[in-house]
Each structure stands twice: as C-alpha cells, then as structure tokens.
C-alpha cells in the first residue's frame, strides 16, 4: 500500500537549522498522503521519522557532508557544486526508480533542482534563511514592475557577507571546473553563484513571514511565505530538568560561542549570582559540567528548545531564523548576538521590527538584558501575531 502512493522526494541540509524549519511542511505532505522521502544524514533520522516520513541517507560519508558555514560563501559555493557532482548519478539513478510526482529541495540543496529538472516534474523549493530573488522585475495586479535584486533581498545580505567574501576567492576556480562538468554532462543552467546559493523552483516556499524578509513585499507570486514551521514540528528532544518557577533567560548561542571565551566569561560574571533569575545554558562539550557554573546556571549541551521558550523572560540568541521566530511564537524579546553574515541579516531584520535588540557591548550586558525584556510592554501585538500565522501569506506592508 506504501508503494502505491505518489512519491514526494525531499532534499534537505543536514543542519539542525534547515531541517527544523522544513519538517512541519515535510509532515503535512504525509499526513495528505504522499509517500515523503526525506533526503539527510544519519544524524537526523529520528526526528525525520518522528514527522511521519521516510529517511534515506545521502550517498555520501556524513562526515565529509559540510554546508553550514555560511560566512565563507565561494567554500560554500564550490562545496554545494561539489557534492553535487559527487552524488548526482546516484540521486538519479535512486530517483527514477521511485517515479516522484514532484520535488522538494532546500534552497541550498542545488542536487535536488537538478534532480527536478532531469524527471522533468515540478520542483519547489524551500528557504529556511531569508531569499534573494535576482531577476530585475516583478508582477503586480498583472503587470511588471521594476525591482532590483538589491531591493529583493541583496541589499540586506551584502553587508554581512563581503569581508568573509574576499578571504575566499581562491575557491572559485574549482568551482567553475564543477560547474562546467556539470555543464557539460546534465545540461545545468544556472550556476553562478547566487543561482546555486539560492536555488530556485516552480514555486518558492519561505519558512517564515513576508514582514520578515527584506524587500517581501518586492517578491512576487511564486515566492509564498508560510510563516514560522519550526515551532510546529514533531520535537523528539527531551528535558531532563524542571524549569525554574522563577523568570529565566534562556542562552544558546550556537557552537561558535564555544569558541568565544571572553564571550562566555562576561555571561557568567554579569548573570551569575543573581537571585532575580535562573539561566538556562547550552553549552555543548565533555570539558563543562553544571558543577563549574554558578548556582543559578542549568547547563546543558540541548534542550526541548520550545519548552523552555514556552515559560522564558529573555532569549538570548545567536539570531538564527528559527530560534528567533520561536520565541517570537511565545512573546520571549530576543537579545540576539550574530555570529555570522545571515545571523546579523535576521538580527537587524527582528530589531527594526521591535522584537529584540542586538547586543552590541557584551561589557553591558546586564543592562542590555534588561533593557531587551522591557521590548515587550511596548512592541506590536498584532504585527506579532501576524508573523507567526502559519500559510497565510496576505503580502502585508512592513
């Protein structure tokens, strides 16, 4: 009976990021009755099962599998080329045999545009960060309006991005010779940098709102905005602890932040000892234990992030798209301390709009938490619930 339903192939990225925000949508097709056949790394079988589809792992060696480091796009951009020459025969091969009525892919997932073109069946694909679109019009009541690349989202990504740009030019070369292959053996189009960073489809699905993305309102209808999903996944992890009855901060900054000690020692020196609060932590590493933190830390390498969200005073975020729509989803201000080029798009995005600030003197981070929890007696409730309706793109104005 399995066998008999039409096949949807999703192609997905295998950081916690990407496949957070897309399994909501991955489930809905199931439960419609599609056969989803979920493309990642071993890493994420559970809670690709656990969303009601069907795992299959990349042919390739999970560990050489790398695409979360946004900051060096030409790495990332020779790396997507890649891979993708590495695993498209046998994406194909695996892909014919299943006869898939249509394709999903991640808008970094370049195999799985590809994939969609070969089969000649619709292809759409997902943005779990914030689009560019780089064609130079848009409709509008059935005309064509001019509207540059630089309005529709290149604008906002440009100033985070060039300085990590430059140090990795040396990419490009082995780039272009991937993409000639390419070329040459599938017939691709559409390999420069910017098509193969922000692969499109027939259609464009955004795992967040039209007022989150810069330049929304410049998209045009084949770009749908369907609201935070992350927040409505199937969640398969588990606290261990009781949260504090007590206002809490919730910290979790991302593995960069491991590597940031100064970073680390200001949150424990400004936020430690204080009876007006509890703090939750993610730290990740063997070398940490609850012991070595002061008494008013839980710590912990993961969390039911939702959960503790659910009843949080703050949230203090490296500023990724789903963290901060998460606490956008349970009213949490965010205090948001980018790490990279898209975290600081999101993090001036989520400001402007009045839902956090950005931390920029960690010396005063006290003040800044406090400041930061003082954002939601005055921010806008119905912009806020806007925001987080889910499949209800309506083009509202910023």
Not at 100 to 105: D, E, L, N, T
Not at 358 to 384: F, G, N, S, T
Request: with cysteine; net charge positive.
């Amino acid at each position: 009976m399995e066998k008999n339903k039409k096949a949807v192939l999703f192609y997905g990225i295998p950081a916690c990021g990407h496949t957070f925000s897309n399994l909501y949508l991955a489930g809905r097709l199931a439960e419609a009755g599609f056969r989803v056949i979920y493309y990642s790394t071993d890493s994420f079988r559970e809670i690709i099962e656990a969303n009601g589809c069907e795992y299959r792992p990349y042919p390739v060696d999970e560990r050489t599998l790398e695409l979360t480091d946004g900051e060096k796009l030409p790495k990332l951009y020779r790396l997507i080329l890649q891979y993708t020459w590495d695993m498209l025969p046998e994406l194909l091969t695996q892909a014919g045999r299943e006869r898939p009525c249509g394709v999903i892919f991640e808008s970094l997932a370049l195999w799985g545009r590809l994939i969609g073109k070969q089969l000649s069946v619709p292809g759409a694909s997902f943005y779990s960060i914030a689009a560019v679109d780089w064609t130079w019009s848009r409709p509008e009541r059935g005309r064509l309006l001019p509207a540059s690349p630089w309005r529709k989202g290149l604008g906002a990504y440009m100033p985070g991005f060039s300085a990590g740009f430059f140090r990795y030019l040396g990419e490009l070369p082995r780039a272009f010779g991937y993409a000639c292959r390419l070329k040459r053996r599938y017939g691709a189009r559409q390999l420069g940098l910017l098509p193969v960073l922000m692969n499109r489809g027939d259609c464009n699905l955004c795992g967040y709102s039209r007022l989150f993305q810069p330049g929304g309102r410049a998209f045009g209808p084949n770009y749908r905005f369907l609201g935070p999903l992350s927040v409505r996944r199937t969640v398969t992890e588990r606290n261990d602890f009781l949260l504090p009855r007590r206002p809490y901060l919730y910290i979790s900054l991302g593995t960069i932040f491991n590597r940031d000690e100064k970073l680390f020692r200001t949150v424990t020196e400004q936020l430690g000892g204080k009876e007006e609060w509890r703090v939750v932590l993610i730290r990740e590493g063997e070398a940490f234990t609850e012991s070595s933190f002061p008494e008013n830390f839980i710590v912990r390498p993961f969390v039911n992030q939702n959960e503790v969200l659910a009843h949080a005073s703050l949230f203090l975020t490296a500023g990724g798209v789903n963290s901060i729509h998460e606490a956008l989803y349970f009213g949490v201000p965010c205090l948001m301390c980018p790490q990279q080029g898209e975290q600081l798009l999101n993090a001036r995005q989520f400001e402007r709009l009045g839902f956090g600030r950005i931390l920029r003197d960690p010396d005063r981070l006290l003040q800044e938490v406090r400041a930061c929890m003082e954002l939601k007696k005055h921010w806008d409730e119905k912009k806020r619930r806007q925001m987080i309706s889910v499949f209800s793109d309506r083009g509202e104005r910023f």
